[in-house]
C-alpha cells in the first residue's frame, strides 16, 4: 500500500467524537496523507468533524469512510468540502446509507463536477436508487477527473442506468465503472462497456489495471 495512513475501528456502533478527534490527531501530526476510519460508526455529525479536516489538510490524499453509518444529511457536508479541495485523489464511502435521500448523491455530484484531483470513488452498497444514476449520469458528463467509479450492490436500475449510460458517453477519462447488482439492462451494461474499452485504449491501460494503487479493497461486502 503507497499510501500511510491510520485506522479507526469501532464496535456495536460506538465512536465518540471524542476518539474520532484523536484519531484524526494522529494522521494530522503524523503527518500521513491516508486518514483511514472504516467501521467507526462517525455518523453524519462526525463528517462534519471530517470536513473540516480535509479544509484545514491538505496533505490528505486518500479518505477510508466505509461503514460509517453516513447518511445524506452527512454526504452534503462532506460534499461542501469537496467543492474546494484540491488534494484528495480517493474517497471511499462504500456501505453507508447515502442513497437513502437522493439529496446526498445529489450533493456529492454536484460537488465534483468541476472536481479536478479526485481520481477514485466508492459508493458500494449505499442503497442509490434511479435518482442517483441520474445524479452520477450528469456528473459524469462534466467531470474529467475519475478514473474509477464504483457503483456496486446499489439498486440503480433501468432508468439510473441509461441516464449513466448517456454520462459516460461524454466521458473520456473514466476507466472503470462498476456496475454489478444493479439490475441494469444488458444493453446498458454493453454501451458503457464499449466506452469504457475507448477510454483505456486511449489511455493505453488494461482493463483491471487501475486499481493497483488504491488503499480500498476491491470486493463487496455481503449483503
Same mark, same amino acid.
Given at each position: ?75 452534503? %457536508?462532506?460534499? /461542501? =468540502? +469537496?467543492?474546494?479541495?484540491? !488534494?484528495?485523489?480517493?474517497?471511499? *464511502? $462504500?456501505?453507508?446509507?447515502? #442513497? ?58 433501468? %432508468?439510473?442506468? /441509461? =441516464? +449513466?449510460?448517456?454520462?459516460? !458517453?461524454?466521458?473520456?477519462?473514466? *476507466? $472503470?465503472?462498476?456496475?454489478? #447488482? ?42
Amino acid at each position: 500500500d503507497p499510501h500511510r495512513g491510520t485506522e479507526m475501528t469501532g464496535d456495536s456502533g460506538k465512536g465518540s467524537s471524542t476518539t474520532l478527534e484523536r484519531k484524526i490527531e494522529e494522521c494530522v501530526t503524523g503527518g500521513l496523507d491516508h486518514l483511514a476510519l472504516s467501521d467507526s460508526f462517525i455518523g453524519d455529525e462526525g463528517c462534519a468533524i471530517v470536513a473540516e479536516t480535509l479544509r484545514n489538510n491538505p496533505r490528505i490524499r486518500s479518505l477510508d469512510l466505509r461503514g460509517c453509518n453516513v447518511r445524506a444529511q452527512g454526504a452534503a %457536508v462532506l460534499a /461542501k =468540502a +469537496l467543492e474546494h479541495n484540491a !488534494s484528495l485523489t480517493q474517497l471511499g *464511502l $462504500e456501505w453507508n446509507n447515502i #442513497g437513502v435521500n437522493d439529496g446526498g448523491i445529489d450533493a456529492i455530484c454536484q460537488a465534483l463536477e468541476n472536481n479536478t484531483t479526485l481520481t477514485e470513488l466508492d459508493l458500494r452498497n449505499n442503497g442509490i436508487v434511479e435518482g442517483g444514476g441520474r445524479a452520477i449520469g450528469g456528473m459524469l458528463k462534466r467531470n474529467r477527473a475519475l478514473k474509477l467509479v464504483d457503483l456496486r450492490w446499489n439498486n440503480i436500475g433501468p %432508468v439510473g442506468g /441509461k =441516464a +449513466l449510460s448517456e454520462g459516460i !458517453s461524454s466521458n473520456s477519462t473514466v *476507466l $472503470e465503472l462498476s456496475l454489478s #447488482g444493479n439490475k441494469l439492462s444488458d444493453d446498458v451494461l454493453a454501451d458503457i462497456d464499449r466506452r469504457l474499452s475507448s477510454n483505456r485504449d486511449e489511455a493505453g491501460v488494461v482493463q483491471g489495471s487501475v486499481r493497483s494503487s488504491s488503499p480500498f479493497p476491491g470486493g463487496p461486502r455481503p449483503p
